[in-house]
């Protein structure tokens, strides 16, 4: 069983940083994928970034190149630093994990992963 603990939301005003952190015991899979994940009110949840065991990552187009997703395998801790944030990036983000993924490149599909957070509120305002 993997657990998940996200922590680190808050409010912040537009072009500010915010940095998640999740707390997962995934880490003691040989091979696994997790992600970040986001759900702003009346829309659906929507993958944000990924990363694999191997340390390749990926990201949404909206999110390219202000978010970087990392991974501290001895803490077990996965993170998603977030700058120049925009008020369309306001929503409860999850951290999510997929024990035993060996994609080269780890997915963003919401399918692809069987454990998750409770979730952590980021607040944009303009």
């Known amino acids: 069983q993997v657990q998940l603990v996200e922590s680190g939301g808050g409010s912040v005003q537009a072009g500010g940083s915010l940095r998640l952190s999740c707390a997962a015991t995934?880490?003691?899979?040989?091979?696994?994928?997790m992600g970040w994940f986001r759900q702003a009110p009346g829309k659906e949840r929507e993958g944000v970034a990924a990363?694999?065991?191997?340390?390749?990552?990926r990201y949404s187009g909206s999110v390219k190149g202000r978010f970087t997703i990392s991974q501290d395998n001895a803490k077990n801790t996965l993170y998603l630093q977030m700058n120049s944030l925009k008020p369309e990036d306001t929503a409860m983000y999850y951290c999510?994990?997929?024990?035993?993924?060996?994609?080269?490149?780890?997915?963003?599909?919401?399918?692809?992963?069987?454990?998750w957070g409770q979730g952590t509120q980021v607040t944009v305002s303009s």
């Open positions: 999510a994990a997929s024990a035993g993924c060996n994609r080269y490149l780890p997915p963003l599909g919401l399918n692809e992963f069987n454990y």
């Open positions: 995934v880490y003691t899979y040989m091979t696994y994928c």
């Open positions: 990363i694999n065991s191997g340390g390749s990552t």
